[in-house]
Structures are given as C-alpha cells and as structure tokens.
C-alpha cells in the first residue's frame, strides 16, 4: 500500500481536526501518500482530491469543525453511488481509505469494504449514538459546552426564580441530555429512551419551588416526544404561575476547540487507524473501550443502536430532589 485517503462525513464534530493531523503524520511515518477527499462521499463522487502532507495539518489540532469539509450525500446510499466511488478511488491511485464520521458514515464504509476495497472507520459523533465505542470523538467537548451553558442559565434563573428549559441535541439518543443534566444538576431530564408526560414538568418544577429552590433547569433531548418549546407552551397553559424560558443550544454544541480529551482521543484513534489499515485490516472501526483503543467490525457497529444508559437517569433523578 502506497497511498491512502481519508475523509470526514456527516456531522461535524471538535476532534476532526485532530484526528485528520494524526493519520496524515502517522500515514507518512510509514512512507505512504495520503489524499484528502474534500466534502465528505459527496467529494468522492465528484473527484474532490487533494494530496497531503505534513506542513497542510500543522496548526489544526486545537480547531473546531474539519478542514476537508463534509456533507451528507444520499446518492452514496444508492448501489450506484458506491460502484461511482469505488472507481473514482481507484482512478486517484488510492488503496485504503479511512472514514471519520457517524453512523451514515460507517454504513457507507462498510458498502467499500463490502466491494473489496479496504476501510477503516473512525467515530465521530457529538451525540454518542454509536454503537461499539465508549465515546466518539466531539462529545466531552459538546458536553462541556451545555455543562457551560447550564451554569451561566443557572445564574439568571435564579436571579428571577424562573424555570429554564435547556434543548440539546440528540435525535435518537439522549446521552448529551443526560450527562449534561447528571453533570449540571438539572432538575428533571427527558429523553427519547424514557416517554415522559408534560403534567410531570410542571409539578416537577412547582415541587423544586416549594423545597426551597430558586431555580429550576430541565434539559430536553431534541428527539424526545416533547420539544423544549412544547413543554414550555404547557406550562404556560396549565401553570401560568410557573415562569419559564426555552434555549435551544442548536449547532453551537458542535463548534469550538476540541477539549484535551478530545485531542488525544482523536490522536489515539488516528494513529490505530492507519496502523490497522497497514496491517491488512478492512472493514472495522476503532473503538474506546474502557482505557483501550480496539477495533470492532463494521458491521456490528451498523446493526445496533446505542441508546443513553439509564442507570445515570435512575441517579439523577434521585439526586435532582
């Protein structure tokens, strides 16, 4: 093997960056070429390719977003689509590919693998829905972001003894929402794992007001049955004598500079995977697992889902009282 390419897909995530540096100096320890594929499969399909070297990823690991860019590309999932992109990496003289990115990612990594071509895929999501690995690259570094946001709503709520109802991103998973509200202290977290009733955000507030508290912050999963701006319409409706502001964080849980963690977790499964990738492996993904960086088949990580473990929501709710 004498040149491989990487590319970032999907969401972006903080750690990107850093993960992108390892792999380009790792790959060119071990005398090999690496091509960028710029904008994700989309970039593949369109022959976006761009060589790399040592002096293009000097000064990127503490930088938020991806400098090759990403993009979600729905003709990727088409058979098509694959058969384009496998021929577009041969014709650029590519002989591995390394895939950092979530779950759609890792499914269209596993279509390559599937075709012949060696891939190895790296997780990056800020939600945590994937399954195989402890953590993916961005999430201690969006979790320090709500955590942040948390405390300073905080403050001002309980300067006028409202109620602030925090919305954090996770679709199908509530780990953000959970950790975050573990870690800030909220008053009552709701999840897409756990289906909870409205009635129970307005007597969980008026229940903090009457233990004494000044304050009360509930975190909400954006995929929860129940939105943040739904919760709070009734509220209004049914308790108007309960005061309460919505913040949506939004995309500001994915930008920023990559927390330490985040840098060396990035640097870690970096420079596993080029290592695996030099060793003959194909069609896996690193993984965290407890202090160790291991690989897991890329098929097992597409076949599950990984939900929020709610042993943290049974001690949070017993610590929110």
């Not at 992109?85 to 779950?103: H, M, P, T």
Request: hydrophobic share 45%; with cysteine; proline share 2%.
């Amino acid at each position: 093997m004498n040149c491989i390419g990487i590319l970032t897909s999907g969401g972006d995530a903080p750690g990107m960056n850093a993960c992108v540096r390892a792999v380009v100096r790792t790959a060119m320890a071990q005398h090999l070429q690496v091509k960028a594929i710029l904008q994700g499969y989309e970039g593949l399909l369109k022959c976006y390719f761009q060589d790399l070297r040592a002096r293009d990823v000097g000064g990127i690991i503490q930088k938020g977003g991806t400098i090759l860019q990403t993009a979600r590309c729905q003709e990727f999932y088409t058979t098509e689509g694959q058969d384009h992109g496998l021929k577009n990496l041969r014709y650029a003289g590519i002989e591995g590919l390394i895939v950092i990115g979530g779950d759609g990612s890792m499914r269209g990594a596993l279509a390559l693998h599937q075709r012949g071509f060696p891939v190895i895929g790296i997780p990056a999501s800020i939600d945590n829905d994937m399954w195989g690995t402890n953590l993916a690259i961005g999430v201690d570094t969006a979790l320090n972001t709500i955590v942040e946001a948390i405390d300073k709503l905080r403050d001002t709520a309980s300067s006028h003894k409202r109620a602030f109802i925090v919305e954090t991103m996770g679709r199908h998973c509530g780990y953000l929402a959970l950790m975050s509200g573990v870690i800030g202290g909220a008053e009552m977290i709701i999840i897409p794992e756990v289906e909870t009733p409205m009635e129970e955000v307005a007597d969980t507030i008026a229940e903090a007001y009457a233990r004494g508290k000044t304050h009360a912050i509930i975190v909400v999963a954006e995929g929860a049955k129940y939105n943040a701006n739904q919760i709070a319409d009734y509220v209004a409706q049914h308790a108007p004598e309960l005061q309460t502001r919505v913040t949506i964080l939004g995309h500001v849980q994915r930008g920023g500079r990559p927390s330490a963690f985040d840098r060396l977790l990035s640097a870690r499964f970096g420079v596993q995977a080029v290592e695996a990738l030099m060793g003959g492996a194909s069609g896996e993904m690193v993984a965290l697992t407890g202090r160790e960086i291991v690989t897991v088949l890329l098929e097992e990580v597409t076949a599950h889902k990984r939900g929020a473990n709610l042993d943290y929501y049974r001690m949070a709710k017993m610590l929110a009282k």
